[in-house]
């Protein structure tokens, strides 16, 4: 994106001092980029020039200047009633002239508008990866992530729109609020540290608050009550079918160890296991139905361990066995997921 703040010098000193050879190239190869900029160095030269004429009207000394007209006259002939006249019909023409002028500068300020450039930020699954906004939050993106944002946050807010799982340590401004929108809902904070987990494919959306306080609230609901707000070590836990919430306050390092690369698991059943381990190994992990129905629950960390060693050190712990079938070559030269077949022993 080009630095606006250069090109606007660059008009304004061709409207002053002028240009030189490198400036005249520089500017003009901006001009023809486009249809849009060509008609915006056009409104940014009028709002010069009006400005310029502004400055110039509220210099002017009226009664010096009439006092040099009339020394310059013949001092016989009488004209006081003719001075009185100019100064009536000058006052009568600059007065709205002046107001007609501010007028038209204000519009075309406003006609200016602030060009917000969107970007995004994306994490395959397996990966993670760390960004800065522009106003010095600091995000972690988990694996299968997707961060969209403006270049540069304008206006009385900084908004983002999350899919997938992050960490934020938000830089403080009460001033400028920082939403999180979430296809539906949006988390308020202003300096604060929490996590969001928000994947399509998920029966939940969670929100963890580590530091500070946010706010949690359904933007798309006419009826939406006060937002729900989070103390530190609050996690709270939407049901997106039932459109149902409920709060806990809880130990937070299940849900930000992944962010240190650590894959933790307390007390999960099957579906949160396969959910979250096939993310973390971009694999595809299914539990048959009579493991799935046998009420078993896992506990285990995991840091640096493969997919193998961690199924491994699974089968330690609970009674079951796995089967890992490798990704096959796509027509595409890609390859498929890894497929995780568990068993009840």
């Not at 509220?58 to 310059?72: R, T």
């Amino acid at each position: 994106m080009e630095d606006k703040n250069l090109i606007y010098n660059l008009i304004a000193l061709e409207l002053t001092s002028g240009l030189d050879e490198q400036q005249k190239e520089e500017l003009q190869s901006w001009i023809v980029m486009s249809p849009k900029n060509l008609s915006e160095y056009n409104e940014v030269v009028k709002l010069l020039t009006f400005s310029a004429r502004l400055a110039a009207m509220k210099k002017i000394d009226a009664g010096k200047d009439l006092l040099l007209v009339k020394k310059k006259l013949n001092p016989i002939v009488k004209l006081n009633n003719w001075l009185l006249n100019f100064q009536r019909v000058a006052a009568i023409l600059i007065l709205p002239l002046l107001v007609f002028t501010t007028w038209t500068i204000s519009n075309r300020s406003q006609s200016i508008k602030v060009c917000t450039v969107m970007k995004s930020s994306e994490t395959a699954y397996g990966v993670r990866s760390q960004i800065i906004l522009s106003d010095g939050t600091k995000v972690w993106l988990n694996s299968g992530t997707k961060l969209s944002y403006p270049e540069e946050f304008h206006g009385d807010s900084r908004e983002v729109k999350l899919t997938g799982e992050a960490y934020f340590q938000v830089e403080s401004d009460k001033d400028h609020p920082f939403f999180v929108d979430l296809n539906g809902y949006k988390v308020k904070a202003t300096g604060t540290k929490f996590n969001i987990s928000n994947y399509l494919n998920d029966n939940i959306i969670t929100a963890y608050l580590e530091h500070g306080k946010i706010s949690w609230f359904e933007y798309l609901n006419e009826k939406q009550k006060e937002p729900v707000l989070l103390k530190e070590n609050d996690i709270i836990i939407l049901n997106k079918g039932e459109k149902k919430y409920k709060i806990q306050n809880t130990d937070g390092r299940k849900y930000l160890s992944w962010i240190d690369g650590k894959l933790v698991f307390k007390n999960d059943n099957t579906e949160d296991v396969a959910v979250r381990l096939g993310r973390w190994f971009n694999a595809d992990i299914i539990f048959d139905k009579k493991l799935s129905q046998s009420g078993y629950v896992f506990t285990a960390t995991f840091k640096q361990e493969s997919l193998e060693e961690a199924l491994k050190l699974l089968s330690y712990s609970t009674p079951i066995n796995y089967k890992i079938i490798q990704g096959s070559q796509q027509p595409d030269s890609s390859f498929s997921q890894r497929k995780v077949i568990i068993t009840k022993k």
